[in-house]
């Protein structure tokens, strides 16, 4: 089975550009339709492009993000979210 890359990228506001996340997820070679975008608050991970994503990771997988604030605004919430599966994270 091959190996797939995702990225990661959330703004937590409207106002807020997300264009470094994406330069710096992009550098890392992966095509547009396998990154993921979400335009929202932090405070929990009820987020479209976020569920989307967690529906098509799979085991062995790699996710770049830019920082693992993208995913949550609580570090031991982000890791207990994502014990059950078993993810390369990739930051920066």
């Given at each position: 089975?091959?190996?797939?890359?995702?990225?990661?990228?959330?703004?937590?506001?409207?106002?807020?550009?997300?264009?470094?996340?994406?330069?710096?997820?992009?550098?890392?070679?992966?095509?547009?339709?396998?990154?993921?975008?979400?335009?929202?608050?932090?405070?929990?991970?009820?987020?479209?492009?976020?569920?989307?994503?967690?529906?098509?990771?799979?085991?062995?997988?790699?996710?770049?993000?830019?920082?693992?604030?993208?995913?949550g605004r609580?570090?031991?919430?982000?890791?207990?979210?994502?014990?059950?599966?078993?993810?390369?994270?990739t930051c920066?």
């Amino acid at each position: 089975m091959d190996v797939r890359k995702f990225g990661y990228i959330r703004a937590s506001s409207k106002d807020q550009n997300e264009g470094r996340q994406l330069q710096a997820i992009k550098e890392k070679g992966l095509d547009e339709r396998d990154i993921f975008m979400d335009k929202q608050s932090g405070k929990n991970f009820d987020r479209e492009q976020y569920q989307l994503l967690k529906r098509m990771i799979r085991k062995g997988d790699v996710l770049y993000i830019h920082s693992l604030d993208r995913f949550g605004r609580n570090k031991e919430e982000i890791l207990q979210e994502w014990n059950c599966n078993s993810v390369l994270f990739t930051c920066r």
